[in-house]
């Protein structure tokens, strides 16, 4: 978890990678990993969870599954592959 500095000094718990296996995928796993997940940062006072998507694989299914939980799109992941 990161606290902002400066003007901005809330709590914000961010999820940067996190793999369901092939076969477990569309099995409930991910909505039980984030359930998991945010419970765990309202634990210790986050007010907001941030998620990065950075596989580039079916970035449609993801952006709809993250807005179906109620997140909301804040900026956007880059790579650089060397």
Same mark, same amino acid.
């Given at each position: ?11 914000? $718990? ?6 369901? +296996? ?5 099995? @409930?796993? &991910? ?9 765990? $940062? ?6 907001? +969870?941030?998620?990065g998507v950075n596989s @580039?694989? &079916? ?6 599954f993250l807005k179906r ?14």
């Amino acid at each position: 978890m990161e606290k902002g500095s400066g003007l901005n000094s809330k709590l914000v $718990a961010s999820l940067m990678h996190y793999d369901v +296996l092939p076969q477990k995928r569309m099995s @409930g796993a &991910s909505l039980r990993l984030l359930k998991a997940f945010r419970k765990w $940062a309202e634990n210790r006072g986050a007010v907001e +969870l941030a998620v990065g998507v950075n596989s @580039g694989d &079916s970035i449609e299914k993801h952006d709809k599954f993250l807005k179906r939980l109620g997140f909301q799109p804040v900026g956007g992941n880059y790579a650089l592959k060397l």
